[in-house]
């Protein structure tokens, strides 16, 4: 779903050479998509408690030791080994920055865990006045990590407590993608200029998608001159990503500020935007830029407006949901809801349904069994299953 604005109005917008003149091209910004909670209810459906008393969950993995055997991290620092109902607490986290946004946040297992047993953790590391996102990795022993090496910091460090992203893919060749967030919000600075300018530098690390080996060295640049991790530029902050299997699509959800939230398809090498090319606003009021879409620039496949803060993100396979076969189902902060969006084969989205909830969701994952699971950012907090109503 590209959506064009007209020439005219983007050669207006173009001849704007300065971020205190955005303003004048505020009307030439259009949300190309329905407002975001006129998107039809769903209806039918409950949410099963799975696994309660949590604080404030972040993310959710399943153990191929058995079909009820996962772990969930929690953002304040633990992580925890949920084995038929019994619950331990894993040792050996790494410690972590847990403040604000930051804290211990997703987890992913080893393309080939069941050999190597290595678990993926991304986590804010650092002070107030200096941190960063960062991986570690361990080998899963009971419930203990051991052999826990930091793999990976991105550079440059922040004073913020915001947008560390945090999503893991894995990709067909063995490497990982983690979203890393743009900085935090104006008047946050880096050298002196707004942190979500480091979106746009493809040398720094900040507001990218990145990729790195298994081991967390760099694999070659997707593009020349970009720093060897860099996979894409122009994110704000990616709360949600997946790779899909079957088309080999990575997909990506991302908050926007006070609307202009997305939906994008991720490609290497590519940029998509932030902070020169977007359908947001400051949240002191009028466009963040000029205009919502460019001609060298990635459109997003869906925009939200008003926010619905995506985080997590899931594809739906298997049975147990016929008609939403194929579809992706992003959780909700702000908006408190499922989203189910359906795509056509091209990865063009169709329309879109909401399923609400009384809670903030953090994350959505397909589990084993074919259900949906989603982590509710409360405390305390739960991972529940999504059932039809008998």
């Known amino acids: ?75 304040r620092g633990r992580l925890w080994r949920i084995d038929g109902g019994a619950r331990r607490e894993v040792h050996g986290v790494p410690a972590v920055y847990a403040s604000g946004q930051g804290g211990l946040l997703d987890i992913t297992l080893h393309p080939r865990f069941a050999q190597n047993r290595w678990v993926y953790l991304a986590f804010a590391r650092g002070t107030a006045g200096a941190n960063a996102l960062a991986v570690a990795r361990g080998r899963l022993d009971g419930d203990q990590l051991r052999d826990v090496v930091v793999i990976f910091e991105a550079t440059p460090k922040k004073a913020t407590h915001q947008h560390f992203g945090s999503r893991f893919a894995w990709l067909a060749d063995g490497t990982l993608l983690v979203s890393v967030g743009d900085g935090g919000n104006r008047p946050a600075a880096i050298d002196g200029e707004l942190s979500r300018l480091q979106a746009q530098n493809p040398k720094s690390m900040l507001g990218k998608v990145l990729r790195m080996k298994d081991d967390g060295t760099p694999p070659p640049p997707a593009r020349e001159g970009w720093s060897p991790y860099v996979y894409s530029i122009g994110h704000r902050n990616i709360q949600g990503m997946l790779r899909d299997a079957a088309t080999d699509r990575v997909w990506a959800t991302e908050h926007g500020s006070q609307g202009g939230d997305e939906l994008n398809l991720i490609l290497p090498g590519r940029n998509y935007g932030w902070p020169v090319v977007s359908y947001s606003n400051e949240y002191g009021g009028g466009p963040v830029a000029p205009v919502g879409t460019r001609a060298d620039i990635e459109a997003p496949r869906t925009v939200w407006t008003p926010s619905i803060a995506p985080s997590g ?78």
């Not at 809801?337 to 809670?359: F, H, K, N, S, Y």
Request: net charge neutral; glycine share 6%; with cysteine.
């Open 313 to 390: 993100l899931a594809l739906v396979q298997g049975d147990r949901y016929p008609e939403w076969r194929g579809n992706l189902i992003a959780g909700a902060l702000r908006g408190q809801q499922l989203r189910r969006i359906v795509l056509d084969a091209d990865g063009r989205v169709l329309r879109e349904e909401r399923l609400p909830t009384p809670w903030r969701v953090r994350d959505v994952r397909l589990g084993p069994d074919g259900y949906l699971y989603l982590l509710t950012d409360e405390s305390p907090g739960a991972l529940l299953r999504v059932e039809k109503k008998r």
């Open 1 to 75: 779903m590209r959506h064009r604005a007209s020439s005219a109005a983007l050669a207006v917008c173009f001849s704007l050479a300065l971020v205190s003149q955005f303003a004048a091209c505020a009307q030439q910004v259009a949300i190309p998509n329905p407002p975001s909670d006129a998107a039809p209810v769903i209806e039918g459906y409950r949410f099963v408690p799975v696994v309660e008393g949590l604080d404030h969950p972040w993310a959710v993995v399943w153990l191929p030791d058995a079909a009820d055997s996962l772990l969930i991290t929690e953002r």
